[in-house]
């Protein structure tokens, strides 16, 4: 293959899954192009990646919200033109969805290869494909079923990896933050969770992050991402007389940052990908995802959750069990998870602590 699409369009944390797969494909062709095809919002983790040739942004939100305008429908008809003259050879849909699918066939790939039923989020979109593949049962991971999806098209299994790397002014700013609030050991917290049925109540965090300071006298530091800086406040009013330092990051300059920090505790959100994609030690917080889809491909890693009959649901909202499965895990539990995490050598693996 010579010229090869990749199309994951979002989130962040999708498109850390997908790294693996990037890398697979570079390994097995490397001549080839590689593009990928991404939302704008999550673009900014590709760009100067070492193993792509082009990033295509397109903002797809900003397409639904103004259809009506007819310079939307140029900017559309403009970036397909785009896409087709490149005239791929392969392109992947690792997106499952009837939008990502539209774009692999308007991208005029020769062929274009996706999920089978079973993987897909909208299973329909599998008419346009011309090559469908079901990873075997024993790859649960999504990065693994990615890694799947390469290899059906001459792509083995490689060294893996992500390629994420920090330009020397994002380090410099974190190190000068760190320097101003004499940081040299920390443990990241991360509240936040993209949608609300996958945070842990701020609350808890802080009263996670006074048992870390007491009883294992290490300091953490709270982060946040865009529009959940109301759950950061909560978690400082219930720490009221230690609050822990924050200082807001790019994404770039939280790779740096995690690349620092002894351990990150968090919920399922782009955060804990790119921590896992750093190799920090990591403490999962979940709750309507699975964690042995979702998350930490690292066996050494924690992901503490409680099952309950409704789960796993990936879903957005609930209002009839009122996320019972992020509720009923308990400080105690994370924070024996903490323990567990900073006294396990990396090379030890574990299996994910059901919160019963």
């Not at 070492?50 to 919200?65: C, G, N």
């Not at 699918?101 to 011309?130: M, N, Q, T, W």
């Not at 965090?205 to 759950?231: A, C, M, N, S």
Request: proline fraction near 8%; glycine fraction near 8%.
């Amino acid at each position: 293959m010579n010229r090869i699409l990749i199309i994951k369009l979002g989130s962040i944390g999708d498109v850390v899954h997908t790294l693996p797969a990037l890398s697979d494909l570079r390994a097995s062709f490397p001549r080839a192009r590689i593009d990928w095809l991404v939302e704008k919002q999550a673009a900014v983790l590709l760009r100067n990646h070492p193993w792509l040739d082009r990033v295509i942004e397109v903002d797809t939100r900003k397409w639904r919200r103004a259809l009506w305008r007819p310079r939307i429908w140029n900017e559309i008809f403009h970036g397909l033109s785009q896409l087709r003259q490149q005239r791929y050879e392969v392109a992947f849909d690792f997106q499952g969805l009837w939008k990502s699918a539209a774009f692999g066939l308007f991208s005029g790939a020769r062929l274009l290869v996706g999920y089978d039923k079973d993987h897909l989020k909208e299973p329909g979109c599998r008419i346009l494909y011309g090559k469908r593949v079901s990873p075997r049962p024993a790859a649960p991971h999504v990065s693994e079923l990615h890694r799947a999806l390469v290899g059906s098209q001459g792509a083995p299994r490689g060294p893996g990896g992500f390629g994420l790397g920090v330009e020397e002014q994002d380090r410099a700013y974190v190190e000068a933050q760190l320097a101003q609030r004499r940081l040299k050991e920390f443990i990241i917290l991360n509240p936040g969770g993209g949608w609300v049925t996958k945070n842990w109540s701020p609350s808890n965090y802080g009263l996670l992050h006074h048992r870390i300071r007491r009883e294992l006298g290490l300091k953490t530091v709270l982060t946040w991402g865009p529009g959940e800086e109301d759950l950061v406040r909560e978690v400082m009013a219930a720490c009221p007389d230690d609050t822990p330092p924050t200082f807001s990051t790019t994404l770039p300059q939280f790779i740096a940052l995690a690349r620092r920090a002894r351990l990150f505790v968090g919920g399922d959100t782009g955060p804990l990908h790119l921590a896992t994609a750093c190799r920090t030690p990591v403490v999962a917080i979940f709750g309507p995802t699975d964690p042995g889809r979702n998350g930490s491909p690292h066996p050494e890693d924690l992901a503490v959750f409680h099952p309950v009959p409704c789960g796993p649901c990936y879903k957005r909202t609930c209002w009839k069990y009122r996320c019972q499965c992020m509720t009923l895990v308990t400080v105690d539990q994370v924070f024996d998870a903490v323990v567990r995490r900073l006294e396990q050598p990396r090379s030890q693996a574990s299996l994910p602590l059901r919160a019963d």
